[in-house]
């Protein structure tokens, strides 16, 4: 992908409003979901992922970054009230 298409997608993402859709379309595609059993979800699924990759931000030297995030966010047997480790 050149640059400038990736720019337009960051552009177009990197709002309050965009944030929100991506965020819409990443759970459509099963980005977030621990249940993917068809074949159609596993592509949907790539789909998410190609979609990051796109953006700029699923490639190999986000590993870290990526997982520390995932470390701080809520438990699921925490309340949103508790600090997660």
Do not use: C, H
């Not at 640059?3 to 379309?25: Q, W």
């Amino acid at each position: 992908m050149d640059s400038s298409t990736r720019e337009a997608y960051r552009r177009t993402f990197n709002t309050p409003d965009g944030k929100a859709v991506l965020t819409d379309i990443l759970n459509d595609l099963g980005l977030y979901s621990a249940q993917i059993e068809t074949p159609g979800e596993v592509a949907l699924q790539n789909y998410a992922r190609k979609l990051l990759f796109k953006l700029g931000a699923w490639r190999e030297a986000n590993i870290f970054l990526l997982t520390q995030g995932f470390m701080e966010l809520p438990w699921e047997d925490q309340t949103n009230n508790e600090e997660a480790p």
